[in-house]
């Protein structure tokens, strides 16, 4: 089955600490998002890449980091400079064609202590 | 600025009732739209959009939204609500023509239907 797989699931870690999460596509999808979730505030978008070894930041870039290096994979890196790491990371990925759906990953729950 | 309202946090129904969650936008130009539903903890599954055409667009698991170009509004619709259907909905919107592929998203409202 096609799909969008990310990890972990759920994610602990310190203040001060860079993680990384996981985005894998195997849909062929040219166009990759990242998206952060927050209570009552919608989905905000992070970075996006719509061809591999191009990126480019969306509206809440600063304390994160990404990579595209293969087509299948854009991993996000939230940095010690993300002021409130905490909340729910969602990776999306699409053809790149106007009219066409966004699908989504299952999520990442980052928690940050 | 671009961007997508949601005007309810909350909707309660009663199961087999009809169901209707709001959707308002305010971009420049003519824009695709999009509904999504999220389950708890789960990724957005994709429900239905609208390109051209007919304003009553229909979608997956019996959903429906009305585009009302005028009003700019695209609001989700059901004629019969079921308790499984309670979750947090989307409305989103992609601007024409887009280099970049990116939704804008409505705060998104929760639907709660009761036996």
């Known amino acids: 089955d096609g799909g969008i797989t990310q990890s972990p699931k759920y994610l602990f870690r310190k203040e001060g600490q860079n993680v990384t999460l996981s985005c894998e596509q195997n849909l062929n999808h040219d166009a990759m998002y990242w998206y952060r979730q927050d209570p009552g505030q919608g989905l905000r978008l992070i970075y996006y890449s719509q061809i591999v070894n191009d990126f480019q930041k969306g509206d809440i870039a600063e304390g994160y980091s990404v990579s595209r290096e293969k087509k299948e994979s854009f991993p996000l890196t939230v940095t010690s400079a993300q002021k409130n790491p905490t909340a729910f990371y969602l990776c999306?990925?699409?053809?790149?064609?106007?009219?066409?759906?966004?699908?989504f990953g299952n999520g990442t729950r980052l928690t940050v202590t | 600025a671009q961007s997508v309202a949601q005007p309810e946090d909350q909707v309660n129904v009663a199961e087999g009732n009809p169901l209707t969650v709001k959707c308002t936008y305010s971009?420049?130009?003519?824009?695709?739209l999009f509904w999504y539903v999220q389950y708890p903890n789960r990724g957005l599954q994709f429900l239905l959009k609208y390109i051209t055409g007919d304003n009553l667009v229909k979608g997956s698991y019996g959903f429906e939204a009305e585009f009302n170009k005028s009003q700019t509004s695209f609001h989700l619709k059901k004629p019969s609500a079921l308790v499984s259907d309670s979750a947090l909905y989307f409305c989103a919107v992609r601007l024409i023509p887009s280099n970049t592929g990116k939704l804008i998203f409505g705060q998104g409202t929760t639907l709660q239907v009761k036996p």
């Open positions: 971009v420049s130009g003519n824009p695709y």
């Open positions: 999306a990925s699409s053809t790149g064609q106007g009219h066409s759906p966004l699908h």
